[in-house]
């Protein structure tokens, strides 16, 4: 939740993880959705943020059970330094590994 809201917050956090960090990382469907979206969002040249990320959301029903634009606050109130960004999202990438850490939905 950190590092999606540091990138929600500043686009620029993504640089730091663009090059190893893909959205199938992410140990929850909302989080991974939410990371394709920005994704997707940054590399078309465009701001991925909570104004231009909550249409994007309401279309995506794993976003919208965890709670929509709402839960985009979250993680926005959650976000990391954006200079940390590249250590949490090896952190993310490092426990999407095999060892036992399932993947969670809701």
Do not use: W
Not at 7 to 21: G, K, P, Q, S, T
Not at 32 to 60: M, W
């Amino acid at each position: 939740m950190a590092l999606l809201g540091a990138i929600i917050l500043d686009n620029r956090a993504f640089e730091r993880v663009a090059d190893f960090l893909k959205p199938n990382h992410f140990v929850t469907i909302e989080n991974e959705k939410i990371f394709a979206l920005c994704v997707a969002l940054i590399e078309n040249g465009k701001v991925a943020d909570p104004v231009t990320l909550k249409d994007a959301c309401e279309q995506e029903e794993a976003i919208r059970f965890a709670g929509g634009a709402e839960y985009i606050a979250r993680l926005v109130e959650c976000a990391a330094s954006t200079f940390n960004a590249g250590d949490y999202g090896r952190v993310v990438c490092d426990l999407s590994q095999p060892s036992g850490v399932h993947r969670a939905t809701k």
